[in-house]
């Protein structure tokens, strides 16, 4: 397992972060658990095979994730990872929920101390809501306290909301949604840039795009086959990331043992600074021939929300763009099917145009919802 530096904390953290938001779930007694027979030897193999970094949050695995976690580090593994989990900032009502969530976590993950915690998946609106709650004195005070080492947040929202929210406290490790098809979206490869320049580690989620970069469409393949050097999907990938000195460790969120144990071997193989030009030309053609698939340049903004007839416009361009993008038209169909679901389906457009005049993008907006319904109903 390549070992990899940690920005300003000078620390030396495994190429494989494991996230632990992906095991397999079983129904058993009428109850939907974490089939731990599968993850805690999953979450064993990564450790014996180097990784030093196990991620997890209060929400994942509909609240159990902890709990497997807690389970799969005793017996000496607690001592082995730095272990990483989020406070739920959904759940906090009040300044006084923060330090109950962070004592129900402990217990659940069986253990005294956090090494990493998070603020969890903050945008620019939870940012104010959790100042104002004093995040920020919480998390310094659970760090003189020794309760937990080092401060951080993940970011899910916009460059501009995570710029702010990047200068606003001396935070000790990023984690950000980076992958080569989100260059420009999220806290993008300008964000990543930022983090480095300031000392701050970013550690990467979803850098196979929640798994929609594993499983490359037939025009995707047949890019990557024409390549003289034969590497998965995957695999590049994880070298695009790592190639990148900014990134200390990528997160993935493997369900089976046999994606652990790929990984273990594909993180084994990874430096940065070390791919060619021509393999840097390879991603950006694989990210080209991606993009050309796009249906509507929606970047999810947000400007044309609320519509008056309730119906999610990013929402349905997001689940129509990635059904064209990654071959998942089922997948588009099922999530059509919860936007009707949640009373947010496109064909409550009445065209009334209001959305349109907001749109930065000048899309089109009503006749893309009805495109978007002929292909996705
Ligand atoms: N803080 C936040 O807001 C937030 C948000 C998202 C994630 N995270 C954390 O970041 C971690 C990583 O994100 P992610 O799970 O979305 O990562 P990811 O690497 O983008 O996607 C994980 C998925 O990729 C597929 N995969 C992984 N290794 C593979 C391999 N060797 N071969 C084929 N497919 C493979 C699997 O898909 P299948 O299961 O479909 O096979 C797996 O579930 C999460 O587990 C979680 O800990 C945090």
Redesign the pocket.
Known sequence: MKMRGFGKLGLQVSAF??????F?MIEKDGKTIVNDDVAIPIIHAAIDGGVNYV???YG?LSGL?EITVGKALQGGYREKVYL?T?LPCWKVDKPEDMQALFEEQLQKLQTDHLDFY?V??LDGERWEKMKEFGVREFLTRLKAEGRIKYACF???DEYNAYMKIIDEYDWDMV?L?Y?FMDIANQATEKGVRYAGKKGIPV?????????????APAFIQEIYDAFPVKR????W??RWLCDQPEVST???????M??????LR?FDGVESGVMTQEEKDLIAKVREAYQSRTKVGCTGCEYCMPCPLNVNIPRTFSVWNNAALYGGLAKGNAEYKRLVEDGNDPEQCIECGKCMSNCPQNIQIPENLKLATADLK
Do not use: W
């Open positions: 972060g494991l996230g632990c938001m992906r397999p991620d997890t949050a994942y994730s990483a989020k998070l969890h998946a993940s970011f899910h984690q949604q992958n550690v990467v989620m979803e850098g196979l795009l929640g798994g929609k970069l594993a499983n998965s999907p995957v695999e990938a994880f990528v997160l993935s969120g493997v369900s089976s046999e994606q652990t144990l790929d990984n594909i």
